[in-house]
C-alpha cells in the first residue's frame, strides 16, 4: 500500500470556470455583484487567477463547447436570451493571461479530439506548457453537441464509441510528438559552434494512421512535463477504457458513496491492466460549496442564489427537446416524447423513461442536491468534505461557480482555514512545481515510465504504433 493511501489525504481543488456568463449556474449572472457579465475583460480572468492563487488552489479548471444548446424551444435563440454557455471564448487563449500574473497556480484547459487536427493542438499546448513552465494540463473530451458537428462540416455527430477511437489515435499521434520527437538535450545552444539545437536528437514522427496523417517533427521543444497533466470525464464503457489506459485525474459521478466508490474501483482495475498502478489517477467530483460564516448566513446566500436561478436555462442546458413545464407533473417522460414525437435523444443523458415530469423538473430545477452539495457554517462544509476524501475515496473537487466572485472568496477565507487546521489543505505552494507534481508528488513532473506515452521516449517506437485501444470497434467499421 502506497503511503498515499495510508496519509490522510488533502483536499485538491480547481476553481471551475467557462470562458462565458452561463456556464452550469444558469441566471445567477443578474445577482447583485456577480462578475459574470465580465466574462469578456482580460482582467477578470487575472482577478480569477490571482485569486485562485491566493487560494493555493491546483488550477483554473476552464470547460469549453464548439456549439450550441440549440434542442429546446427555439433553438439557439433561446440560448442566446439566456446565456448558456453562448458568447463563449476559447479557453486556451485565456492562459497566458492568467499565467502572466501569476507563479504557481496551474490551468486545465478543455479541448476536443474529434474536430481539429492534432499536429496543431500539440504545438499549441507545448506552448502553454513552455510558458507556464509546467504548469498546464489537458481536459481530454470528444463533443457531443449535434450543433459542433455541424460547425465543423459534418451533418450530424460521429457515433459515440467511434470518436473514442478517433480519441485513441489523436492522442497516441500527440505523444509522438510530445514525447518522441525531441529528445531532452536536443537544444544545445552552443554559440561557439552556431548550433542552437542538434538535428541528431530532433526526428519527425511519421505517423500513419486510420484518421491522420503527421509527418513532424514537433514544432516545441521538450518542455518540463512534455505531456501535460490528462484530464478526463467519464461515464460510458468506452470512456472508462480510454480514461484508465491514458487519464491521469479523472471527474467521477455518482448519486451515492457506493456508486462513486463503485466507479472509483472499476477504473483502477481496468488502469492496472494497462500496467498502471492504483495510485496513477486521481478522482474529482464537480462540488457545490455555499458557506458564510454562521449556519443562518450560509442558509441565507442560499436562498438569495434560489431566486435567481433559471429553469428556462437549466431545460436549455439539459438538451430537453419539450418543454416538460407544460405538462402534468405525474405524467412520465417516455409519455410526453410520445406524444411529442420526440426521440428519447438528448433527454437521455439527463432524465428516465419511467422518470415524472415533476421529478425531471425538480432534477434540473435545484442546484443544491446532490452527494458533493454542502451549504452551512466552515465546519460543517469541513465535515462533509472529510467524509467525501474518507468515505467516498475521492481526492479532490472541481469548485462550482454560484457567484463570481464570492464563491471562492468565502471557500477561501472561511473554509481553506479550517481544512488547513485539520490537516486537510496546504498551507502553501512547493517552490517551482508543475501541475503534474503537485498532484504526484516531488520528482514526478513528467509521466511515469508504465504510462502509455512513455513507450515513444525511445525513437524506434515510433515506427510501431501502440495497438488500437477499441479492436473490435474497427475491425467492425472496416467490414
Given at each position: ?65 464548439v ?35 501569476t ?73 509522438k ?23 541528431a ?16 517533427p ?17 461515464g ?10 491514458h ?20 477504473t ?88 415524472t ?14 452527494r ?49 487546521a ?15 507534481e ?7 513532473a ?33 467490414s
Amino acid at each position: 500500500m502506497s503511503s498515499y493511501e495510508t496519509a490522510p489525504r488533502q483536499l485538491h481543488v480547481n476553481l471551475f470556470e467557462m470562458a462565458c456568463v452561463g456556464h452550469i449556474v444558469h441566471g445567477m449572472w443578474r445577482a447583485p455583484g456577480n462578475n459574470r457579465h465580465r466574462f469578456s475583460e482580460l482582467s477578470y480572468w487575472t482577478e480569477v487567477a490571482q485569486l485562485a492563487e491566493r487560494g493555493l488552489f491546483d488550477a483554473v479548471f476552464l470547460a469549453d463547447v464548439v456549439g450550441t444548446y440549440d434542442r429546446f424551444g427555439d433553438g439557439t435563440a433561446a440560448a442566446l436570451r439566456q446565456a448558456v454557455q453562448i458568447p463563449n471564448l476559447d479557453p486556451l487563449m485565456l492562459v497566458p493571461a492568467m499565467a502572466a500574473v501569476t507563479k504557481h497556480v496551474g490551468f486545465g484547459v478543455t479541448f476536443s479530439t474529434t474536430y481539429e487536427p492534432p499536429f496543431a493542438f500539440a504545438r499549441r499546448m507545448a506552448t502553454l506548457d513552455v510558458l507556464t513552465n509546467g504548469r498546464v494540463g489537458w481536459n481530454v473530451v470528444t463533443s457531443y453537441l449535434q450543433s459542433a458537428a455541424r460547425n465543423f462540416g459534418l451533418e450530424d455527430e460521429i457515433p459515440h464509441d467511434e470518436r473514442y477511437v478517433i480519441a485513441d489515435e489523436y492522442i497516441d499521434v500527440l505523444y509522438k510528438l510530445w514525447e518522441g520527437s525531441w529528445d531532452d538535450d536536443a537544444v544545445v545552444a552552443d554559440r561557439a559552434a552556431g548550433i542552437f539545437t542538434d538535428p541528431a536528437r530532433v526526428r519527425a514522427i511519421d505517423h500513419h494512421g486510420a484518421h491522420f496523417k503527421v509527418a513532424g517533427p514537433h514544432l516545441v521543444q521538450p518542455t518540463r512535463q512534455r505531456t501535460p497533466v490528462l484530464f478526463q470525464a467519464t461515464g460510458s464503457a468506452a470512456g472508462l477504457e480510454y480514461a484508465a489506459r491514458h487519464a491521469e485525474v479523472v471527474f467521477i459521478g455518482g448519486q451515492t458513496t457506493e456508486d462513486v466508490r463503485r466507479n472509483i474501483a472499476a477504473t483502477r482495475r481496468r488502469a492496472q491492466a494497462f500496467g498502471r498502478r492504483p495510485d496513477d489517477i486521481r478522482f474529482i467530483v464537480q462540488a457545490g460549496i455555499i458557506t458564510g460564516p454562521t449556519e443562518q448566513a450560509a442558509q441565507e446566500k442560499l436562498k438569495a442564489y434560489r431566486a435567481f436561478y433559471s429553469l428556462e436555462g437549466a431545460l436549455i442546458h439539459a438538451q430537453s427537446e419539450v418543454d416538460l413545464r407544460r405538462y402534468d407533473p405525474n405524467d412520465t417522460i417516455a409519455s410526453v416524447l410520445k406524444r411529442e414525437g420526440a426521440r428519447f435523444g438528448n433527454m437521455g443523458r439527463r432524465f428516465r423513461p419511467e422518470q415524472t415530469v415533476g421529478s425531471a423538473l425538480e432534477q434540473i430545477g435545484r442546484f443544491d442536491e446532490g452527494r458533493y452539495f454542502i451549504a452551512g457554517a466552515p465546519g460543517r462544509v469541513a465535515d462533509a468534505i472529510e467524509a467525501w476524501l474518507d468515505v467516498d475515496g475521492i481526492d479532490g473537487i472541481n469548485l462550482r461557480q454560484y457567484h463570481s466572485f464570492d464563491t471562492a472568496r468565502d471557500f477561501i477565507d472561511l473554509i481553506v482555514p479550517e481544512l488547513q487546521a485539520r490537516g486537510r489543505y496546504r498551507t502553501a505552494y512547493a517552490p517551482d512545481e508543475t501541475l503534474r507534481e503537485r498532484l504526484f508528488g516531488a520528482g514526478h513532473a513528467r509521466l511515469p515510465d508504465r504510462h502509455a506515452a512513455a513507450r515513444y521516449r525511445d525513437p524506434a517506437a515510433l515506427a510501431t504504433p501502440t495497438p488500437p485501444l477499441f479492436p473490435d470497434l474497427i475491425q467492425n467499421k472496416a467490414s
